[in-house]
Nanobody, 126 residues
């Protein structure tokens, strides 16, 4: 499956962005998905994950209450709604996917994913 991430940009602290991850596969509902980010000079880190059914989600602690991951099966797309953005959210954001047999399993480890999008840059100014 090919993933196309979009929606990044420059925003002031406290602002909002919606990232989209469009998949090429008509069977995208068979895939669990996640968002990761990598800031300059830092390692890639987990941000949010969603099960193939969309019923299960998980977030890193620093974004809980501010970010929401969701998916729309009708357009084979996973979203990351980012509210109350902070300068420390500045990074390149990557979406990822993997086939999942179980409908409610989520994956928070980047090594669990075998399909990755190209990344979309998010810059939050103070």
């Amino acid at each position: 499956v090919q993933l196309q991430a979009s929606g990044g940009g420059l925003v002031q602290a406290g602002g909002f962005l919606r990232l989209s991850c469009a998949a090429s596969a008509r069977t995208f509902t068979s895939y669990a998905a996640g968002w990761f980010r990598q800031a300059p000079g830092k390692e890639r880190e987990f941000v949010a994950a969603i099960s193939r059914s969309g019923d299960s989600t998980d977030y890193r602690d620093s974004v809980k209450g501010r970010f929401t991951i969701s998916r729309d099966a009708s357009v084979d797309t996973v979203y990351l709604h980012m509210y109350s953005l902070k300068p420390e959210d500045t990074a390149i954001y990557y979406c990822a996917a993997r086939a999942s047999v179980r409908t409610t399993t989520i994956y928070t480890n980047s090594g669990s994913y075998n399909f990755w999008g190209q990344g979309t840059e998010v810059t939050v100014s103070s």
